[in-house]
């Protein structure tokens, strides 16, 4: 299986300032990198996702960032907005899985 | 628009009984999976199908069966619930494949079932 940590578990920004969270894999194989936001009460959902080709990709507020070298990929989210808080959760999948790996999750809060 | 549903959003029952948790997808996706969530644990996977009849175990499969018999329907088992099952189940269901986005996990909302 793999092994996926993500850092930090809680993270308080103001409102603007920039956000970054930082998962950790174990499977040096593993090809795919998604981020998915869980908003209180509701389901995950996939706000953005890498492939082991590429090193970064942006979408409006958010990007995430790919080190394969190192074995970590990372979600950014700038200029951050209250509808921002929620928990994130990263969930690399290895090569020829059919699964995701999902980390413990990092819940951001943030303050108006 | 994919659209996942489960059977019930909260369920309450008593120790030893037989659970049944149902999970339907309508897009014809050959994967679904099963998840429990609990707080500062994440997702953890019960158990995935990625075609009728066949299934893989995950993480923490002990207590938990599951059954698919349709490729839209895949239902997960508790033969004898305890309390230590109390959480939120969460289901979800994806394409196979390698094409770009078709390892997308759709979540089902879920359901809240407490073992009393």
């Known amino acids: 299986g793999e092994n996926v940590e993500q850092h930090p578990s809680t993270l308080s920004v103001q409102e603007g300032d920039s956000a970054v969270i930082k998962c950790t894999y174990s499977?040096?194989?593993?090809?795919?990198f998604p981020w998915y936001k869980q908003e209180l009460g509701k389901r995950p959902q996939l706000i953005i996702d890498i492939r082991s080709n590429v090193g970064e990709k942006k979408d409006q507020r958010i990007a995430v960032t790919l080190n394969k070298t190192a074995k970590h990929f990372s979600l950014h989210i700038t200029e951050t907005q209250p509808e921002d808080s929620a928990v994130y959760f990263c969930?690399?999948?290895?090569?020829?899985?059919?699964?995701?790996?999902f980390g413990t999750g990092t819940r951001l809060t943030v303050i108006p | 628009d994919v659209k996942v549903t489960q059977s019930s959003r909260y369920l309450v029952k008593r120790t030893g009984e037989k659970v049944f948790l149902e999970c339907v997808q309508d897009m014809d996706h050959e994967n679904m999976f099963w998840y429990r969530q609990d707080p500062g644990l994440g997702l953890r996977l019960i158990y995935f199908?990625?075609?009728?009849?066949m299934k893989e175990k995950g993480d923490i499969p002990e207590g938990y069966s599951v059954s698919r018999e349709k490729k839209e329907r895949f239902s997960l088992i508790l033969e004898s619930a305890s309390t230590n099952q109390t959480s939120m189940y969460l289901c979800?269901?994806?394409?196979w494949g390698t094409g770009m986005g078709s390892y997308e996990q759709y979540f089902g909302p879920g359901t809240r079932l407490t073992v009393t």
């Open positions: 969930a690399p999948k290895p090569a020829g899985a059919n699964n995701l790996f």
């Open positions: 499977d040096s194989a593993s090809n795919y």
């Open positions: 979800a269901s994806s394409l």
């Open positions: 199908s990625y075609d009728v009849k």
